[in-house]
């Protein structure tokens, strides 16, 4: 096969061209998945793609615009959870009725059950202070949360669920809550109202849920 030889997608029978290679995905048996057809599949990023046969991603394909459209047509948000100054990191949206949420940070249009969280954390880094540095965030009202040590700043906070077995194949979510850049007390303090207001929702929710489930 040559630099210049024509693929085509096994999915869609798109002309994929030269570039196709960095933005497709190679399948099993040298059959090609383009660009926009990777972007269909499902979110798992640990996917393996040159294992998969062509049924098999179509099969996945149906399956995650299936959980799209139902995204699109049936999802209504009751509860927004967001960081930010302004309210400016999305979090998550949550619809109470149908126990379902979004990663609103992504704004994928995957929908998850509220059910398949098995665990979740705040996952925070911190780095020391530079000397004279002042830092002013109060986390006491967050004894839940982990905690800053003294002499350190907090500069990373990741809201990580872990999914159980679920239709769309991810295992687990990794939600940022701070600005990737010098994020200011006040991003983390929001970040920390945010990470408690989530974790005292899935407190009264997984109390419900086992009214619910009669357990
Ligand atoms: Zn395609």
């Not at 096969?1 to 190679?26: I, P, Q, R, Y």
């Not at 149906?62 to 990191?89: C, I, L, P, W």
């Not at 010098?182 to 990470?195: G, L, R």
């Not at 974790?199 to 849920?209: D, E, H, L, N, P």
Request: proline share 4%; aromatic share 10%.
């Amino acid at each position: 096969m040559g630099l210049f030889d024509k693929k085509t997608c096994a999915l869609c029978g798109a002309s994929v061209g030269l570039l196709g290679g960095m933005l497709g995905e190679n399948l099993a048996d040298g059959a090609y998945m383009c660009g926009d057809c990777r972007k269909k599949c499902i979110p798992d990023n640990t996917l393996d793609f040159k294992a998969l046969t062509v049924d098999a991603a179509k099969a996945l394909i149906a399956v995650a615009e299936a959980n799209k459209k139902k995204g699109a047509s049936e999802f209504h948000t009751t509860r927004q959870f967001t960081a930010g100054m302004y309210a400016d990191m999305p979090a998550l949206d949550v619809d109470e009725n149908h126990g379902w949420f979004m990663n609103a940070a992504a704004k994928d249009g995957w929908v998850y059950e509220l059910d398949d969280i098995y665990s979740f954390c705040l996952d925070v880094t911190t780095t020391p202070l530079t000397e004279g540095e002042e830092y002013n965030v109060n986390l006491h009202p967050y004894p839940q949360l982990p905690a800053c040590p003294s002499g350190q700043k907090v500069i990373d906070a990741k809201l990580k669920l872990w999914l159980l077995d679920n239709e769309l194949g991810v295992d687990m979510l990794e939600i940022s809550l701070l600005p990737a850049f010098a994020p200011s007390e006040e991003h983390v303090q929001s970040a920390y109202a945010c990470a408690q207001d989530f974790y005292s929702f899935m407190k009264s929710w997984r109390m419900a849920q086992k009214q619910r489930s009669g357990r």
